[in-house]
């Protein structure tokens, strides 16, 4: 039996997203070369050989918890729609991990760092996620078609999770992108993909080229380490905030599923900003009696 083969038929029968089948592949097929290696069927792998594997991935690939727990998801998918086996959830438990508080860069460090990329792709890029909040992922598959001149919005299809959404864009961005059609000769402007691979215009660009690109200026700069494409996104969520943007506004732009996920910008949020908010009673104080 070809259990590869049939895992990826099962993912595409479940309708995951492109991301989602790309990840599970990799831990997988991993899985599968440890059994070989051991000369076991996977049907007849033990509880204690899945937890063999997973610290042995662990400890090989330098992975943290969370990735840990995501390739725990994916076996369990592997043993269930694959297999035909129960998953028991005590012989493999979830780790517990620590959350930590995402990098937000400086307007300042976001300006530089836009101002710095030299290919005008990248630099046109940044900007769009700085100014939307889009996930590399979006930005790479946005169309012409996409564009709503009039509403000053972008439409999102499919996304994350896989809900499709408008989000506001400004007029800057509007006249770099139309700066950028307007760049290509009478005659072939293109109607598709906004960003193409360079090679085959017919494909939208490689995420991994633009992180790539980023990686690369990032370095040159000497900036945070922890910078990178989703650190755009991070700034736009937490300066949208900070300039007075509501939570559920914000939410629907980022394209969240639940309100905690954007509930994080009110702790990244500079305290100055948070300190303009007017405590109500300080509205009615003055009209209290017998405070003073």
């Known amino acids: 039996m070809d259990y590869f083969a049939l895992f990826i038929q099962m993912l595409e029968a479940r309708g995951l997203t492109d991301n989602t089948v790309r990840s599970y592949k990799t831990y997988i097929k991993a899985y599968l070369n440890y059994l070989a290696s051991l000369r076991i069927l996977p049907e007849n792998a033990s509880w204690q050989m899945i937890r063999d594997f997973v610290a042995w991935i662990q400890k090989s690939r330098d992975l943290d918890d969370r990735t840990v727990n995501s390739i725990i998801s994916q076996l369990q998918f592997f043993q269930i729609y694959v297999l035909h086996k129960e998953w028991d959830r005590t012989q493999v438990p979830f780790r517990k991990f620590d959350c930590y508080l995402p990098f937000v860069p400086s307007r300042e460090q976001v300006c530089a760092f836009i101002n710095a990329l030299d290919d005008p792709d990248a630099r046109l890029a940044a900007a769009i996620i700085y100014a939307t909040g889009l996930r590399i992922d979006e930005l790479c598959h946005l169309k012409y078609t996409d564009i709503y001149r009039s509403s000053h919005k972008l439409y999102i299809h499919h996304s994350k999770n896989r809900q499709d959404r408008y989000v506001p864009f400004t007029e800057l961005i509007w006249e770099a992108l139309l700066n950028r059609w307007l760049s290509f000769p ?107």
């Open 186 to 292: 009478a005659g072939t402007r293109p109607h598709g993909w906004i960003f193409t691979r360079r090679r085959d215009t017919s494909q939208p660009m490689y995420t991994q080229w633009l992180q790539r690109e980023f990686r690369i200026c990032r370095d040159a700069l000497g900036m945070d380490q922890r910078f990178c494409a989703h650190s755009l996104r991070h700034a736009y969520a937490t300066h949208s905030y900070e300039n007075g943007l509501d939570l559920l506004t914000l939410k629907a732009n980022l394209g969240h599923k639940s309100l905690n996920s954007t509930l994080i910008y009110v702790h990244l949020a500079d305290d100055s900003a948070k300190s303009r908010a007017t405590n109500p009673f300080e509205q009615i104080g003055g009209e209290i009696h017998g405070l003073s």
